[in-house]
């Protein structure tokens, strides 16, 4: 309900409710404030006069000064003329009091509407309420023509008259203005849903349209209708579109033509770095018998060509992964005995501590070429970057950590499934906090006046790749951040879920296929 009143039918509708509400609440106010000074000043006007009559009719024959029945006389006479209109009078003069009902109080008159009556000649009125009910009260001072020198006798005639009558006309009135405010603001929500659904539909083809547009369908486009600032709106949208295909298309083949160009590149090195190779093993061997001068040069070398066929290598597997080409051989290992063979294909099995469970104990469905690169490289990089003893942990755990399970991939479901942990520790000094977030990237260095290392550089990138393709993620911290360590040291963490299906293989393009097929021959 909050959520719909946000939007932008719900803004429409409250901005129309409330505009046709203050225009007729207005209008009706100042039509019932007008009416009703109409409606009452008539009917003041009406009974000043008829009161002006009656008394200017019994003026000559009061005497003076009055006696009270005179002024007795007064009252019931001016009374008895409207019977109708239940008209009560008082009649005074000085301390005398004449009322046209005996023992009535005349509670309505004021004090100073009575100073107000023997200071002027003309009429004086007053409304009041009283018990709930409204009534004018009228004073009228008595006057004579002559003798001039005294016009005023001090005699005076007050009268109220109950206005039930024009009560009423005001009462329905008010009851009129109230039932025409339902229909009117019934209309308002007619209107603004109507304005609403207008102006709406384009808005609702624009949501759609962007989110096409989002999902990766760069020809998307809206019909424009009309000349108005939706159709402007459609219009620069279209012209947008256009432009970001134009953009992604051209960022596209550009992007193609660099993973071509270094795969290419790669693919033309691996023959020459394969004789080169050969060579430098046969130089190595007879490098002991060359003179000092000579055999540095030779193992310069062959250092240097088993360092760029690796960085060879590394591109190709890159240049694989940007591609999409890049897929999972997956089989029933126990990784505990993988993590072995990785460690002793590279001669690490006397080096690194173990921390490994029984054979047998814990089994998944991985991808050991994969598992054994990503291994190899993290270990790799401790034993280069870090300080001994370095250590290898594998174990399991039901559900990985709140962070890995945010991170790792929709169709790995963390409920239920078991997840494989391999931690690679050394005691070295640990990476620095602003290293952190990038160890991962390409060819990140650390230290950027350093601009050779041992490594290609792309090491921690194809071990991260290769973890998200099994589903899982890999992270890097420090041990006194993860653990409480006070020696320090670097840890690396992969989590990767057990037991996925084998997914289907990627096609590979034709042209890679027969490029493959030529380095094996060769």
């Known amino acids: 309900m909050k959520r719909s009143l946000r939007g932008l039918r719900g803004r429409l509708l409250i901005a129309f409710v409330l505009v046709t509400a203050v225009a007729t609440l207005t209008t009706g106010a100042l039509t019932f404030r007008e009416a009703r000074v109409a409606v009452l000043q008539q009917s003041q006007d009406t009974i000043i006069k008829r009161l002006r009559a009656h008394v200017d009719g019994l003026a000559p024959g009061i005497a003076y000064p009055p006696t009270q029945s005179d002024l007795e006389r007064v009252a019931l006479e001016v009374a008895a003329a409207e019977p109708a209109q239940n008209w009560r009078v008082l009649a005074t003069y000085r ?31 007053q409304r009041v309420r009283t018990d709930g ?8 001072p008595v006057t004579f023509s002559e003798p001039a020198e005294r016009p ?52 609702r083809e624009l949501r759609r349209a962007t989110r096409s547009i989002a999902e990766g369908h760069l020809d998307t486009r809206l019909a424009v209708n009309g000349s108005d600032e939706l159709a402007d709106l459609s219009h620069t949208f279209n012209e947008t579109a256009a432009a970001l295909e134009e953009s992604v298309a051209e960022l596209r083949r550009m992007e193609a033509r660099a993973r071509r160009f270094v795969a290419d590149v790669s693919h033309e090195l691996r023959t020459p770095l394969a004789a080169m190779s050969a060579v430098t093993d046969v130089l190595d061997e007879d ?71 029984g054979p047998g104990e814990l089994r998944g469905r991985v991808d050991p070429r994969r598992l054994d690169v990503a291994v190899a490289n993290l270990v790799g990089n401790a034993l280069r970057h870090g300080a001994c003893p370095v250590q290898l942990r594998l174990y399991a755990r039901e559900m990985p950590d709140t962070a890995a399970a945010a991170d790792a991939d929709a169709d790995a479901d963390a409920d239920g499934t078991v997840w494989a942990v391999i931690e690679v520790t050394d005691s070295g000094p640990g990476i620095p906090a602003d290293v952190l977030p990038h160890v991962f990237d390409r060819f990140y260095k650390s230290d950027t006046a350093r601009t050779r290392s041992e490594g290609s550089g792309l090491g921690l990138s194809i071990t991260a790749e290769n973890v998200r393709l099994h589903g899982g993620t890999v992270r890097a911290a420090n041990r006194s951040e993860a653990d409480g360590a006070e020696n320090g040291g670097a840890v690396f963490t992969i989590e990767i879920p057990l037991g996925r299906e084998e997914p289907e293989e990627p096609q590979e393009p034709q042209e890679e296929e027969e490029k493959e097929k030529e380095v094996r021959e060769t």
């Open 287 to 357: 490098a002991d018998r060359l003179d000092p001068d000579t055999a540095m040069a030779v193992r310069l070398i062959s250092g240097e060509t088993v360092k760029l066929a690796r960085l060879v290598g590394d591109l190709m597997e890159i240049s694989r992964f940007d591609a999409g080409a890049a897929g999972l051989q997956l089989d029933d290992l126990d990784l505990a005995e993988s993590l072995r063979r990785t460690l002793a294909a590279r001669g690490w099995q006397h080096t690194v501590d173990t921390l490994l469970p």
């Open 133 to 140: 009910r409204s009534s004018l009260v009228v004073g009228l």
């Open 152 to 203: 005023t006798s001090g005699v005076a005639v007050f009268l109220t008259v109950p206005q039930t009558g024009e009560q009423g006309y005001v009462d329905a009135l008010v009851t009129a203005i109230g039932r025409a405010v339902v229909p009117a603001l019934g209309l308002a929500v007619l209107l603004a849903l109507l304005a609403a659904r207008g102006v709406l539909r384009p808005v």
């Open 95 to 125: 301390d005398l009091r004449a009322t046209s009902r005996p023992q009535d109080t005349f509670t309505e008159l004021s004090a100073d509407m009575r100073s107000a009556v023997g200071s002027r000649r003309a009429a004086v009125f």
